[in-house]
């Protein structure tokens, strides 16, 4: 569902005489509400359930998708608003239902640890797959199978309720006064969790700069370029890095986790400064972007895996979700900067974007510094 609006969103909008000015609004709504209400449903899932959060996710989809059939239009401002808020939840809300399930069920820490790059994987050949199908859907004729995209996605999204709605468990809705007063002492006290919100932060932040950077960038100067076969290559790439997670955790040289963070990111970030600041031929960009989402198939999980450690389950949700919001109000600043005033440039942007991996080698560094894990780890390591 994530990866089907995607393939022929601007066309799309450009076919329906949408301006690029309006294009540009459409993603600073889509900033400001992942701000405002992104930052409010992790703590809200902790609160009345995860199950319920996953539905309003399919639901947020359905309704988009059965808009653009009924309108035969792109409600761009409603569409901007849902599907931000659904990506939001994307971002927390299958991975903390996840880990609760797995600490319910009493499985060990090794399986947790392959779900999460399994996770990642996953979720890169289905957003591959998703390309497949609605240009497969979409055919020869635009026009004439334009909203097939939006019907599959549609029939997608009631799979899934129905799924979710029949086999899922969820526990009981947490005390708001308990969770309170657990979310200031375990969140807003605790130093180590803050370097790792920071390092999350960071990582969403070039990760959103990038999707949103990379085709300008490989098209400068008029260069032609087949932008959808370079996608699947950044893809799976990001793939190929998330299966390095377990070589790196449990190979034949084990390192700790910070370690591989602190390489992860290093890495990353200078290739984000040579993109930033040194023209490159075709190639050697192709090159360096799927170095970089090598990189962040190998953060995601790590990251995950550090949250385990750190983060108590009840606490998961509400931990992403705010570490989140300094990345969303940081995209929100430059699309603003960028796409209205004009003061920044592309490249100023994709340099943030290296000095905030930068920063969050050194959290992780700093993390690393600071002994000991989490008392809140209570998986059965047997």
């Known amino acids: 569902m994530e990866g089907m609006w995607s393939v022929f969103g601007e066309y799309e909008m450009a076919y329906f005489g949408v301006s690029k000015d309006q294009m540009v609004s459409s993603l600073i709504v889509a900033s400001a509400s992942a701000l405002i209400l992104g930052t409010c449903l992790g703590i809200l899932s902790d609160l009345i359930g995860r199950k319920k959060i996953c539905l309003m996710f399919c639901v947020l989809h359905l309704f988009v998708a059965v808009c653009k059939r009924l309108f035969s239009y792109p409600i761009i401002w409603l569409a901007s608003v849902c599907l931000s808020v659904s990506s939001s939840v994307f971002l927390f809300g299958f991975e903390t239902w996840m880990v609760a399930q797995h600490d319910k069920l009493g499985h060990r820490l090794d399986s947790l640890n392959e779900m999460f790059w399994l996770m990642t994987f996953v979720e890169s050949a289905s957003l591959i797959g998703s390309q497949v199908v609605a240009n497969w859907l979409l055919g020869n004729d635009f026009e004439k199978n334009m909203f097939s995209p939006s019907t599959a996605t549609a029939l997608l999204a009631v799979v899934t309720i129905v799924f979710i709605a029949r086999e899922w468990r969820e526990s009981s809705p947490a005390n708001f006064k308990d969770y309170w007063t657990s979310l200031n002492t375990h969140i807003f006290f605790d130093k180590r969790i803050w370097l790792l919100g920071w390092a999350q932060s960071c990582v969403q932040f070039s990760v959103a700069a990038f999707w949103i950077l990379w085709a300008p960038t490989i098209v400068a100067d008029g260069r032609e370029v087949n932008l959808g076969m370079i996608y699947p290559c950044l893809l ?6 998330s299966t390095t997670f377990p070589w790196f955790i449990n190979g034949p040289l084990p390192l700790r986790t910070e370690d591989c963070l602190v390489y992860a990111f290093v890495i990353a970030g200078i290739v984000l400064s040579i993109v930033a600041y040194d023209y490159q031929e075709i190639g050697i960009l192709v090159g360096l972007f799927c170095l970089f989402h090598v990189c962040i198939g190998l953060v995601l999980p790590s990251l995950a895996r550090l949250r385990t450690l750190y983060v108590p389950n009840e606490l998961r949700g509400g931990m992403i979700s705010l570490s989140l919001a300094p990345a969303n109000a940081a ?4 699309l603003i900067l960028r796409g209205y005033s004009g003061i920044i440039e ?29 008392p809140h780890q209570n998986f059965h390591k047997h």
């Open 236 to 241: 799976g790439a990001k793939m190929l890095g």
């Open 331 to 334: 995209i929100l600043l430059c």
């Open 346 to 374: 592309n490249s100023t942007i994709i340099a943030f974007g290296a000095i905030g991996l930068f920063s969050a080698a050194a959290c992780m560094h700093l993390l690393k510094q600071s002994g000991k894990h989490s």
